[in-house]
């Protein structure tokens, strides 16, 4: 009965590949976000859907594409993967968008290593 | 825009004693406060909110926090920490541009 729910857990990959992150929630929600923590575990919003259209699109290079089929899935493609995109990548989850106080649920996250 | 200062990097606490967590926030109207905890290996399981009202908020696992708009601050407390209390923890603030900004983290060692 996983909420929010994230695959790969782990994705270790070559510099100049191209990879993809799942995410799928359960909620009913009408919000996904896309997260990414660096090594000091900072974390700093990615992308916002909400009802697969986009609302946040913080200063994220080119390479990153979130593409949100429905609006229980929110996936994200990384082309020319970079030794600076090693991190983690979670997925949240919220009712709704529009209110700043909606509570996020994360997913477990997915740990990102580019050798 | 908005912004979450935890000024502390990491705690070590005994088993059995208390915790507090400092937490300063900046933001121009009303905020929404969050405490988030990370458990080693996992991902972020939220503890409490604040959004109006009673000041104290009470959370799961035993935690509260009290807003003070007064000194822009929204620290977490627990009477009596247990070993499983070992974690990363995080204050966020969260504003009607959609956003929710986390500090840093607050890294928490128990110890026996």
């Known amino acids: 009965d996983t909420a929010v729910s994230q695959t790969p857990k782990y994705l270790v990959t070559q510099m100049g590949n191209d990879k993809s992150i799942k995410c799928e929630q359960n909620?009913?929600?009408?919000?996904m976000y896309w997260y990414k923590q660096d090594s000091k575990k900072f974390l700093k919003i990615m992308f916002s859907?909400?009802?697969?259209?986009?609302?946040i699109n913080e200063t994220v290079p080119n390479r990153f594409s979130p593409k949100s089929p429905d609006k229980a899935h929110l996936n994200l493609h990384i082309n020319s993967l970079e030794l600076g995109d090693s991190a983690v990548y979670f997925c949240?989850?919220?009712?709704?968008?529009?209110?700043?106080?909606?509570?996020?649920?994360f997913g477990p996250g997915t740990r990102l290593t580019v050798l | 825009a908005q912004s979450v200062t935890q000024p502390d990097i990491h705690i070590t606490v005994s088993e059995g004693a208390s915790l507090e967590l400092r937490c300063n926030y900046s933001?121009?109207?009303?905020?929404?406060l969050f405490w988030y905890v990370q458990s080693p290996g996992q991902g972020l399981q939220l503890l409490l909110k604040?959004?109006?009202?009673?000041?104290l908020v009470q959370g799961i696992k035993g935690f509260e926090a009290e807003f003070k708009r007064s000194q822009s601050s929204f620290n977490l407390r627990k009477p009596s920490v247990h070993w499983s209390d070992a974690a990363e923890y995080f204050c966020?603030?969260?504003?009607?541009?959609?956003?929710?900004?986390f500090g840093a983290g607050t890294t928490v060692t128990v110890r026996a």
């Open positions: 949240a989850s919220s009712q709704d968008h529009a209110a700043g106080g909606d509570t996020q649920y």
């Open positions: 909620l009913g929600h009408d919000t």
């Open positions: 859907y909400n009802n697969k259209e986009l609302i």
């Open positions: 933001y121009g109207a009303t905020p929404y």
């Open positions: 604040y959004f109006s009202g009673d000041t």
């Open positions: 966020a603030v969260g504003s009607n541009d959609y956003k929710l900004s």
